[in-house]
């Protein structure tokens, strides 16, 4: 699996850059090195099954953010539950595509090393309600806002165009 590695200077949209290159490098080899088990639970966990496989490819990321010194800025409350070690489930929408090609957009705002709000990544995922397969690559857009109703009209914005 490839590094992604980021630096405590980047910007949101080098740190976006450096997302799309890892999830564009390792989403395909991800899903074909864990394609067996994902296909062995899906009956049984549905659509949790792509939780499972986000697991295994975003962690790199969240622990490289972790150790340049970014943080998430993510409330934990009752009933959430975190994917891929940064992605809320709660944070996201689904809306858009067909049920062998739904789109689930995750948002995370990112802290910078003085906890100030950076930016917004957002995390486009691709999946089949028909059954168990992730169609195409993940794409990454970012934000510079960080408000959650400004983040849900500029996600609605670019899925709706």
């Given at each position: 699996?490839?590094?992604?590695?980021?630096?405590?200077?980047?910007?949101?949209?080098?740190?976006g850059e450096q997302v799309q290159d890892y999830?564009?490098?390792?989403?395909?080899?991800?899903?074909?090195?864990?394609?067996?088990?994902?296909?062995?639970?899906?009956?049984?966990?549905?659509?949790?099954?792509?939780?499972?496989?986000?697991?295994?490819?975003?962690?790199?990321?969240?622990?490289?953010?972790?150790?340049?010194?970014?943080?998430?800025?993510?409330?934990?409350?009752?009933?959430?539950?975190?994917?891929?070690?940064?992605?809320?489930?709660?944070?996201?929408?689904?809306?858009?595509?067909?049920?062998?090609?739904?789109?689930?957009?995750?948002?995370?705002?990112?802290?910078?090393?003085?906890?100030?709000?950076?930016?917004?990544?957002?995390?486009?995922?691709?999946?089949?309600?028909?059954?168990?397969?992730?169609p195409l690559s993940p794409q990454i857009y970012?934000?510079?806002?960080?408000?959650?109703?400004?983040?849900?009209?500029?996600?609605?914005?670019?899925?709706?165009?």
């Amino acid at each position: 699996m490839d590094q992604v590695r980021f630096r405590p200077d980047m910007s949101m949209k080098e740190i976006g850059e450096q997302v799309q290159d890892y999830v564009a490098a390792n989403w395909k080899q991800t899903l074909d090195d864990h394609r067996d088990a994902l296909l062995k639970v899906f009956p049984e966990l549905e659509d949790a099954t792509y939780g499972v496989y986000l697991d295994h490819l975003l962690p790199p990321v969240f622990e490289s953010l972790e150790q340049s010194g970014f943080t998430t800025i993510q409330e934990a409350g009752k009933g959430n539950f975190f994917i891929g070690k940064g992605l809320n489930f709660r944070q996201s929408m689904e809306k858009w595509g067909s049920d062998n090609c739904r789109s689930r957009v995750f948002w995370v705002v990112i802290s910078d090393q003085q906890k100030q709000p950076a930016g917004t990544l957002l995390f486009d995922f691709y999946h089949s309600h028909a059954g168990f397969d992730v169609p195409l690559s993940p794409q990454i857009y970012t934000l510079e806002e960080t408000e959650r109703d400004r983040i849900v009209a500029h996600v609605k914005q670019i899925k709706d165009n």
